[in-house]
């Protein structure tokens, strides 16, 4: 006496309720011949890059710091700028981000602060280092450690608030200068996005278990750790067997479609 194994086509639908997420750029500084703001979406509003007490100069490479001459931070030895909403509705800033490189040995240690400022940029100087509520955002670390930085703000503003950002740094002998790389100085937003699900379509066989991947197909935004079935399969049975993969039996002597959710 002969067997055969009969096959059975299944559909399957799933969702996933996770989110992707994007960074969008909210605005931008080119740094290729002046501190100007290059582009700003249209909730942001933005300053150029101010210093002050430092030279700072302009090329396709970016914008180069040079002059400073301190083993430590000084109050009065800073570039930075400040962000705001053009409209006074609320705008969340997620992220800031840059390119850096030192271009002399002797350059050492860098630090990023920022403050909340109620109405303006015009914040003092010897204030915003020693007196104010600042955030520090980089504490004393060594410009060669990580040249590239993607640093999470996480900052809401409304209203007429600003984000005042500024950059100190530490060394001597700042011939050659340190140097924030061209079209790489950014505030960005996080923006979320509809994972995508795609349907599955298998191949079972009759009278047997049949193990099925049913995420392999498909994009979520973080680590999936549970599967949920909505909908049971009407000519079957269906066990979840891990985070990835469900256990399919058909009713015995059946042949034909079926379908779960």
Do not use: C
């Amino acid at each position: 006496m002969s067997t055969s194994k009969k096959q059975i086509l299944l559909f399957f639908a799933i969702i996933i309720t996770n989110l992707l997420f994007a960074q969008t750029d909210l605005v931008k500084w080119g740094l290729t011949s002046n501190g100007n703001v290059t582009y700003t979406n249209s909730n942001v509003t933005a300053s150029s890059i101010t210093t002050s007490q430092n030279p700072i100069s302009y090329d396709s490479q970016g914008m180069t710091v040079t002059g400073w001459n301190n083993t430590n931070i000084e109050h009065y030895r800073y570039f930075g700028f400040s962000v705001g909403s053009s409209n006074g509705n609320s705008v969340k800033l997620s992220n800031l981000a840059f390119e850096q490189e030192r271009l002399d040995t002797k350059i050492q240690n860098y630090t990023i602060r920022y403050y909340i400022a109620p109405d303006s940029n015009n914040v003092d100087d010897w204030a915003f280092l020693y007196s104010l509520n600042t955030t520090v955002l980089v504490n004393n670390e060594s410009i060669a450690s990580n040249p590239v930085k993607n640093i999470p703000l996480n900052v809401t503003l409304s209203g007429t608030q600003r984000l005042v950002v500024r950059f100190f740094t530490s060394g001597t002998d700042w011939g050659a200068g340190w140097r924030i790389k061209a079209n790489t100085l950014k505030i960005t937003e996080a923006q979320a996005s509809a994972p995508i699900a795609n349907n599955d379509t298998f191949t079972a066989y009759k009278n047997n278990d049949n193990i099925l991947d049913i995420l392999g197909n498909d994009t979520s935004g973080s680590a999936i750790n549970a599967i949920s079935i909505t909908q049971q399969p009407t000519h079957g049975t269906l066990v979840v067997t891990g985070t990835t993969n469900v256990t399919y039996k058909p009713t015995t002597g059946y042949t034909g479609t079926d379908s779960f959710k």
